[in-house]
Nanobody
Framework: QVQLVESGGGLVQAGGSLRLSCAAS????????MGWFRQAPGKERDFVAA????????YYADSVKGRFTISRDNAKNTVYLQMNSLKPEDTAVYYC??????????????????WGQGTQVTVSS
């Protein structure tokens, strides 16, 4: 019912920037909170950022606060993750996900029902 497709990943040097996009299908996109997660090799998937249904509230993992910005454009059915001041430890596959909820700032991936396939972000030192 919902399809999420991430794009914008790539290779960047430490200190650089990338903007990830997540294009979502479905007319109900705008009523759900969205999140970004990441998974590094050999590690579990971690929460990165979340945004409420209308973009009015955002929440970030401490590791990315001040460097990353999540936003959304409901008219385009797209959520973004602007990543600045990238560090090697940001290297991971980044996934966008649609929450079961509209406003809850949720870092628990079990509360997201739809996931994209991921886009690789590699930050070199």
């Amino acid at each position: 019912q919902v399809q999420l497709v991430e794009s914008g990943g790539g290779l960047v040097q430490a200190g650089g920037s990338l903007r990830l996009s997540c294009a979502a299908s479905g007319r109900t996109f705008s009523v759900y909170a969205m999140g970004w997660f990441r998974q590094a090799p050999g590690k579990e998937r971690d929460f990165v950022a979340a945004i409420s249904w209308n973009g009015g509230s955002t929440y970030y993992a401490d590791s990315v606060k001040g460097r990353f910005t999540i936003s959304r454009d409901n008219a385009k059915n797209t959520v973004y993750l602007q990543m600045n001041s990238l560090k090697p430890e940001d290297t991971a596959v980044y996934y966008c996900a649609q929450s079961f909820y509209s406003r809850t700032m949720d870092r628990d991936g079990r509360h997201y029902g739809y996931w994209g396939q991921g886009t690789q972000v590699t930050v070199s030192s």
